[in-house]
């Protein structure tokens, strides 16, 4: 029995869940280390998503004759540009945007109790099924009403931290670029043998895996956000280029991004006009269409084959555990997590294959 797959999977996991709980009661001694780790973690993600966007250019300059200081420098000197562009052509847009969506959040929180004010009153004359859905509607938007004004002070809050954060990601982002073929094998080169072989193609597969995602996510999400945008503005939706952007990092999240960009969209679509909500429905349904039948399928293609039941349950899960960089991450540490386990059943099979084998 102790030679069963399911004995020592389930004898790891009992092992596994001792050694957190050990863990967890002497949580003192790892505690500065926890802060160093938190304090390191975003600035390190950051770097290694501008890193995974830069390498190519950097693969091609080198493949040029472009020594490496010289590729770093034109990178860091291109993203400076684009950086400059866009802070002097659509800063100004946004900075606009954003205080007139301030100045306008009491009007608009009021606009949204006046609309569950109308709604009681005309209750009454409906059926009862749907005065029944009506209640659970008027108490959703009742909790959006009160708490629309505090979302957008927690967001530009939570906006500001993170650019001060991203002070320290171009010491990570500079640092990959100049050694990024030594992180593989300071790893590898610690084992020997077919061990070592495994280890370096486990490593190769995660970089491919996470190299695939990152960089046909990011495309997927600006080539939405243009479409977006480019949508909003021909129906005359009153902050299109601030809803395009939050829609340029809500499709990030796979599934459930475009939906959650999709609301601020239909609540400001609706205080400004209720016929808008209809474009602003047409212009989400053709982006999203365009994106499933067009974008997605050519640019991702089969590179994680996740099933959609499973990504929507890894970002549920997410969520309530960490928060949005949990909806952030899920996916990819999922992605990851799956490759180290392909490789480790794949290496079982084979030493298997070969214990068995006839001599």
């Given at each position: 029995?102790?030679?069963?797959?399911?004995?020592?999977?389930?004898?790891?996991?009992?092992?596994?869940?001792?050694?957190?709980?050990?863990?967890m009661?002497?949580?003192?001694?790892?505690?500065?280390v926890?802060?160093?780790?938190?304090?390191?973690?975003?600035?390190?993600?950051?770097?290694?998503?501008?890193?995974?966007?830069?390498?190519?250019?950097?693969?091609?300059?080198?493949?040029?004759?472009?020594?490496?200081?010289?590729?770093?420098?034109?990178?860091?000197?291109?993203?400076?540009?684009?950086?400059?562009?866009?802070?002097?052509?659509?800063?100004?847009?946004?900075?606009?945007?954003?205080?007139?969506?301030?100045?306008?959040?009491?009007?608009?929180?009021?606009?949204?109790?006046?609309?569950?004010?109308?709604?009681?009153?005309?209750?009454?004359?409906?059926?009862?099924?749907?005065?029944?859905?009506?209640?659970?509607?008027?108490?959703?938007?009742q909790?959006?009403?009160?708490?629309?004004?505090?979302?957008?002070?927690?967001?530009?809050?939570?906006?500001?931290?993170?650019?001060?954060?991203?002070?320290?990601?171009?010491?990570?982002?500079?640092?990959?670029?100049?050694?990024?073929?030594?992180?593989?094998?300071?790893?590898?080169?610690?084992?020997?043998?077919?061990?070592?072989?495994?280890?370096?193609?486990?490593?190769?597969?995660?970089?491919?895996?996470?190299?695939?995602?990152i960089?046909?996510?990011?495309?997927?999400?600006?080539?939405?956000?243009?479409?977006?945008?480019?949508?909003?503005?021909?129906?005359?939706l009153?902050?299109?280029?601030?809803?395009?952007?939050?829609?340029?990092?809500?499709?990030?999240?796979?599934?459930?991004?475009?939906?959650?960009?999709?609301t601020?969209?239909?609540?400001?679509?609706?205080?400004?006009?209720?016929?808008?909500?209809?474009?602003?429905?047409?212009?989400?349904?053709?982006?999203?269409?365009?994106?499933?039948?067009?974008?997605?399928?050519?640019?991702?293609?089969?590179?994680?084959?996740?099933?959609?039941?499973?990504?929507?349950?890894?970002?549920?899960?997410?969520?309530?555990?960490?928060?949005?960089?949990?909806?952030?991450?899920?996916?990819?540490?999922?992605?990851?997590?799956?490759?180290?386990?392909?490789?480790?059943y794949?290496?079982?099979?084979?030493?298997?294959?070969?214990?068995?084998?006839?001599?």
């Amino acid at each position: 029995m102790t030679k069963k797959l399911w004995f020592q999977t389930g004898v790891a996991l009992l092992l596994a869940i001792l050694i957190i709980k050990y863990f967890m009661e002497i949580n003192f001694i790892f505690a500065p280390v926890a802060i160093i780790v938190k304090t390191a973690i975003l600035p390190v993600i950051f770097g290694g998503v501008l890193f995974y966007l830069a390498e190519p250019v950097q693969r091609r300059l080198e493949a040029s004759n472009v020594p490496r200081w010289g590729s770093i420098t034109i990178i860091v000197a291109c993203i400076a540009v684009i950086i400059w562009a866009f802070a002097s052509i659509i800063g100004p847009i946004i900075s606009k945007q954003v205080n007139s969506l301030i100045d306008n959040a009491p009007e608009l929180t009021e606009e949204l109790n006046e609309i569950r004010i109308n709604l009681l009153e005309q209750k009454e004359d409906l059926p009862e099924p749907v005065r029944d859905s009506l209640d659970s509607a008027l108490d959703s938007l009742q909790s959006i009403a009160v708490k629309f004004g505090l979302w957008i002070v927690q967001f530009l809050q939570s906006f500001v931290q993170a650019v001060v954060l991203l002070i320290l990601v171009p010491f990570f982002f500079i640092f990959m670029l100049k050694d990024h073929e030594k992180f593989a094998p300071l790893i590898y080169n610690l084992f020997t043998g077919e061990r070592r072989e495994w280890v370096k193609k486990t490593l190769n597969d995660i970089d491919q895996v996470l190299r695939s995602y990152i960089q046909g996510q990011l495309l997927i999400s600006t080539i939405l956000a243009s479409l977006i945008l480019i949508g909003y503005l021909a129906i005359g939706l009153e902050y299109a280029l601030l809803l395009a952007i939050f829609a340029l990092f809500m499709n990030v999240i796979p599934f459930l991004g475009p939906w959650i960009a999709f609301t601020p969209a239909v609540i400001i679509a609706y205080l400004q006009d209720p016929k808008l909500v209809i474009w602003v429905s047409i212009v989400t349904l053709a982006a999203q269409q365009m994106d499933s039948h067009l974008i997605t399928p050519n640019i991702m293609g089969k590179t994680l084959d996740i099933h959609p039941l499973t990504v929507i349950t890894l970002i549920l899960a997410a969520g309530s555990i960490a928060g949005f960089f949990g909806i952030l991450l899920a996916i990819p540490t999922y992605a990851v997590i799956k490759v180290i386990v392909i490789n480790i059943y794949e290496r079982r099979k084979e030493i298997k294959r070969a214990a068995t084998k006839s001599i």
